[in-house]
């Protein structure tokens, strides 16, 4: 399987600080997808974001940016001024090399303190 | 906005008995795929399903078994249950191999 890395376990941040997730992939594919959800301590999966390997144009949603560098096989995620209701755990996923299944990196643990 | 549903959402089970874990796909969703996710680890692919026939197969152990039926519903079967088997077991859904978005999860008990 095309491995997904976040190096990060754990980040502790202090409320509005901003902070930035890491996310390293292989890949051996001109065409691949990454994922990013989030996973607050009610367990759910929550969908991020979604980005093809073809739009390196970076994305912003709000208090969230992600930086895709195809040169450094990386797809960063950065939360601006993060809130308490931020702490979760992210995971950085890509699809894998026999389909659409999502192999999934190990997950940083964001805390944020008031 | 409907969301993947899945049912039950806990479940205890001893170990070799069997148990049905089931998912209803968003409303169009032609897609299910089925993880595994084990205590402070990352979710592990399974299987999926596209138009009711398996498109992709992961780490999913002879035990168990899966199928997609014509409502698009899926169930995943799980027998001879084991210690190592107890996590949350989540559903996603899809439009074809667009995102994937997962149901709030089965949280497993094997004693």
């Known amino acids: 399987a095309q491995k997904v890395t976040q190096a990060q376990t754990e980040i502790s941040v202090v409320e509005k600080e901003d902070v930035t997730l890491d996310c390293v992939y292989e890949t051996r594919d001109t065409t691949y997808y990454l994922f990013w959800y989030k996973q607050p301590p009610s367990g759910e999966l929550v969908f991020l974001i979604r980005r093809n390997s073809f739009d390196e144009q970076n994305e912003i949603s709000g208090r969230y940016s992600w930086n895709f560098q195809k040169s450094t096989s990386s797809f960063n995620f950065t939360i601006t001024a993060s809130q308490v209701v931020d702490s979760a755990v992210y995971f950085c996923?890509?699809?894998?090399?026999?389909?659409?299944?999502?192999?999934f990196g190990k997950g940083t643990s964001l805390l944020v303190t008031p | 906005a409907a969301g993947v549903i899945q049912s039950p959402r806990h479940l205890i089970k001893e170990k070799r008995e069997t148990a049905t874990l089931k998912c209803y796909p968003i409303?169009?969703?032609?897609?299910v795929y089925w993880y595994q996710q084990g205590p402070g680890q990352d979710p592990q692919f399974l299987i999926s399903?596209?138009?009711?026939?398996?498109?992709d197969k992961g780490s999913i152990p002879d035990r168990f078994s899966a199928q997609q039926f014509s409502d698009y519903h899926s169930e995943l079967n799980m027998s001879s249950l084991e210690l190592g088997d107890s996590a949350l077991y989540f559903c996603?859904?899809?439009?074809?191999?667009?995102?994937?978005?997962f149901g709030p999860g089965t949280r497993l008990t094997v004693l």
């Open positions: 996923a890509r699809n894998s090399n026999s389909g659409y299944a999502l192999n």
């Open positions: 996603a859904s899809s439009l074809s191999y667009n995102e994937q978005f």
């Open positions: 409303p169009r969703h032609d897609t």
């Open positions: 399903f596209y138009e009711k026939m398996q498109s």
